[in-house]
């Protein structure tokens, strides 16, 4: 047995002892062994915190997801069986995290004229002729009206080639405004909102400020009060999304990850915070973000556990 393979061997012995630990029959022989198994070799310690790890960072979205849930009706609930299989409370938690993030998607998507779904591309014509590009995981809302196109990104990013047209077109993401000047532009509206222009020039702006000008291939980043100084941009890379790819160049492993969970349903999940900063490059197919996964595992050296289809822990 290699060593990765006595690492998750021990992780699953550990995660098996959590849960069997918290069951209502556990004795105290069983209690006795759990220590005994846990002093008799510095992995066992190792493999042990790394458990409880994962579930304290568990319980927050746990919570988040409760408190989501409309439940204020008092019933008298059947005292449930004492025999519960093992990975029961680890299902538990993985559900609680899945509806955690996926409760904000759903208000997001709540009301919106165009979705799409994990891993799904879409590319619409408006009705003034204006095309856009969706990216996985993507909520617009449109306001057209006789003065004005509006579009609402609501989440998830999309990238617009602008109708010629006498009525303004403007973009909404994370309160700021960007209006077009005769251009084809990318707005992001997730972990951070960004505008990437391909062509032309676009004005950003935030209520009570000035508007920036940002021109080809530049871009600007805008989220809580401020917007970024203007920043070169690269669109081949930044837009690769709209030929099926994701590019890298010397991005912290955290990003990365943050980056391929648009396009998969589920979470990644970095377990070891030793190597969210480790730095990978490369080119991964959208449409097989698995790949991806074993990818990292080649060359990083580290190690992917999928414990159900909707959750993987990287260590």
């Known amino acids: 047995?290699?060593?990765?393979?006595?690492?998750?061997?021990?992780?699953?012995?550990?995660?098996?002892?959590?849960?069997?630990?918290?069951?209502?029959?556990?004795?105290?022989?069983e209690k006795a062994a759990f220590a005994a198994w846990r002093a008799a070799d510095p992995l066992h310690e190792r493999a042990w915190r790394e458990v409880v790890g994962l579930m304290s960072a568990l319980k927050a979205p746990a919570r988040a997801a409760q408190a989501r849930m409309a439940a204020p009706s008092r019933r008298v609930r059947a005292r449930r069986p004492r025999l519960v299989p093992v990975l029961s409370g680890l299902a538990a938690a993985t559900l609680a995290l899945?509806?955690?993030?996926?409760?904000?998607?759903?208000?997001?998507?709540?009301?919106?004229?165009?979705?799409?779904?994990?891993?799904?591309r879409r590319v619409l014509t408006l009705a003034d002729g204006t095309r856009v590009d969706m990216n996985s995981d993507t909520a617009l809302a449109l306001h057209f009206s006789g003065g004005e196109r509006r579009v609402e990104v609501r989440r998830g990013e999309a990238f617009f080639v602008i109708a010629e047209e006498e009525r303004p077109?403007?973009?909404?993401?994370?309160?700021?405004?960007?209006?077009?000047?005769?251009?084809?532009f990318s707005v992001?509206?997730?972990?951070?909102?960004?505008?990437?222009?391909?062509?032309?020039?676009?004005?950003?702006?935030?209520?009570?400020?000035?508007?920036?000008?940002?021109?080809?291939?530049?871009?600007?980043?805008?989220?809580?009060?401020?917007?970024?100084p203007v920043l070169d941009a690269d669109p081949e890379t930044?837009?690769?999304?709209?030929?099926?790819?994701?590019?890298?160049?010397?991005?912290?492993?955290?990003?990365?990850?943050?980056?391929?969970?648009?396009?998969?349903?589920?979470r990644i999940v970095i377990l070891n915070p030793a190597i969210a900063d480790l730095l990978v490059s490369g080119v991964f197919e959208i449409d097989r973000p698995d790949r991806a996964v074993a990818a990292l595992e080649s060359v990083l050296g580290i190690r992917a556990h999928m414990l159900t289809p909707w959750l993987v822990l990287l260590r």
Do not use: C
């Not at 290699?2 to 992780?11: A, M, P, S």
């Not at 403007?170 to 084809?184: K, L, Q, S």
């Open 98 to 120: 899945f509806v955690a993030v996926e409760a904000p998607v759903f208000l997001d998507r709540l009301g919106a004229d165009h979705v799409t779904v994990a891993g799904e």
């Open 238 to 266: 930044a837009l690769a999304w709209r030929n099926g790819q994701i590019v890298f160049r010397q991005e912290r492993l955290a990003d990365v990850v943050g980056e391929l969970n648009r396009y998969r349903a589920g």
């Open 169 to 184: 077109f403007v973009v909404e993401a994370a309160d700021a405004e960007i209006r077009d000047i005769g251009t084809a």
């Open 1 to 29: 047995m290699d060593r990765r393979e006595d690492e998750d061997t021990l992780f699953a012995e550990a995660n098996a002892w959590f849960f069997r630990l918290k069951a209502e029959d556990v004795t105290e022989a």
């Open 188 to 228: 992001e509206n997730d972990a951070h909102a960004q505008v990437t222009v391909a062509e032309g020039l676009v004005d950003v702006r935030r209520a009570g400020s000035a508007p920036v000008r940002v021109a080809a291939r530049q871009k600007v980043e805008f989220g809580g009060d401020a917007i970024s």
